[in-house]
């Protein structure tokens, strides 16, 4: 299903699949999020909070909470002191790379060079 079929019956964003996609990454991090887990997995909270760098703790995870209730992202805990947990992306999440392989090609097509 397409943008061009929901064209003129749109009354709320949020009822369409444009909509629910962007609930379940839209924002600031998630994507983020979901990007340096495709590069690094499986990838420990602060490893991720350095990778990230200017999200707080408790933005990071409350961002992971959603993303593991919405199923694009699975949490491992390891039974040891201190505690580890590591998090990795579900199938569901992978479904999204192509997509997001498609952002980074139009970045590259349209950045301008550094200068």
């Keep these: 299903m397409g943008m061009a079929e929901y064209k ?6 949020q009822d369409t699949p444009f909509g629910y996609t962007l609930s379940v990454i839209g924002g600031k991090w998630k994507m983020v999020i979901i990007y340096l887990l ?5 990838v420990r909270f602060n490893d991720l909070k350095r990778q990230i760098g200017a ?3 408790k933005t990071l995870s409350s961002q992971l909470k959603e993303l593991e209730q919405d199923g ?3 949490r491992k805990e ?3 002191v201190p505690p580890k947990v590591e998090y990795r992306l579900t199938d569901k999440a992978r479904t999204l790379l192509p997509m997001l392989e498609g ?4 970045g590259a097509q ?3 060079p550094p200068k």
């Design 72 to 74: 694009m992202v699975e």
């Design 78 to 80: 390891y039974p040891q």
């Design 110 to 112: 349209h950045q301008s």
């Design 55 to 57: 999200i707080t703790y």
């Design 38 to 42: 495709a590069e690094n997995e499986p």
């Design 103 to 106: 952002l980074c090609e139009w």
């Design 8 to 13: 003129g019956k749109v009354k709320q964003l």
